[in-house]
């Protein structure tokens, strides 16, 4: 069954540590994308890559990075320097540019810092 | 600046009756509008699209309208069931971008009363 793989499901760090999360698909999709989503807000995008070793920020990009050596898994680096780092990590993929369909999720990493 | 809005933060319907969610965007450049569900702890799943040429699209229960003058859309689920208790984002797209990069609303609370 193809699909966005993303884990942990929760995940508990202290503040000042670097921590990656996960996000591997077997959908043969080209294009990858990470969102945020803070209590009361709707998603925002942080980082997308619409092929592999090629990538681009999104909307709040700072304090975070990735990087996609492979076309399967796209992983998040949540930095120290990301001042409000505690929220919940959503994974996405689309088949590619030409193609107008839907973004399609993983089931999410919510990140605690404390 | 928020472009995309839904003011309305939570509705509650009797089971059977019409739920109608509606979304207010600012940024005339988006040309392409998604409807999501979320539960919970899980990624959102997409329920219905509407491109800006048109200003009605319909799957079983769930239509979308489009008021491109008004730059207002709006889900209609008819009938309304339980399992319908969720989550809603709309969110959109603006031609000539990454097909991925979604601006979403807030999200409004839906739940269905047996």
């Known amino acids: 069954d193809g699909g966005i793989t993303q884990s942990p499901k929760y995940l508990f760090r202290k503040e000042g540590q670097n921590v990656t999360l996960s996000c591997e698909q077997n959908l043969n999709h080209d294009a990858m994308y990470w969102y945020r989503q803070d209590p009361g807000q709707g998603l925002r995008l942080i980082y997308y890559?619409?092929?592999?070793?090629?990538?681009q920020k999104g909307d709040i990009a700072e304090g975070y990075s990735v990087s996609r050596e492979k076309k399967e898994s796209f992983p998040l680096t949540v930095t120290s320097a990301q001042k409000n780092p505690t929220a919940f990590y959503l994974c996405?993929?689309?088949?590619?540019?030409?193609?107008?369909?839907?973004?399609?999720f993983g089931n999410g990493t919510r990140l605690t810092v404390t | 600046d928020q472009q995309v809005k839904q003011n309305s933060p939570s509705l509650s319907v009797q089971e059977g009756r019409i739920s109608i969610l509606n979304c207010d965007y600012t940024n005339s450049m988006f040309d392409y509008f998604l409807w999501y569900k979320k539960y919970p702890a899980e990624g959102p799943t997409f329920l219905i699209s509407i491109s800006s040429i048109k200003d009605k699209n319909e799957d079983g229960r769930f239509t979308v309208f489009l008021n491109k003058s008004a730059k207002h859309l709006s889900l209609h689920i008819v009938p309304s069931q339980p399992g319908d208790s969720a989550v809603y984002f709309c969110?959109?797209?603006?031609?000539?971008?990454?097909?991925?990069?979604?601006?979403f609303g807030q999200g409004t609370i839906l739940t269905v009363h047996p």
């Open positions: 890559s619409q092929i592999v070793n090629d990538f």
């Open positions: 996405a993929s689309l088949p590619g540019q030409t193609s107008r369909s839907p973004l399609h």
């Open positions: 969110a959109a797209n603006a031609g000539g971008t990454s097909y991925g990069k979604l601006t």
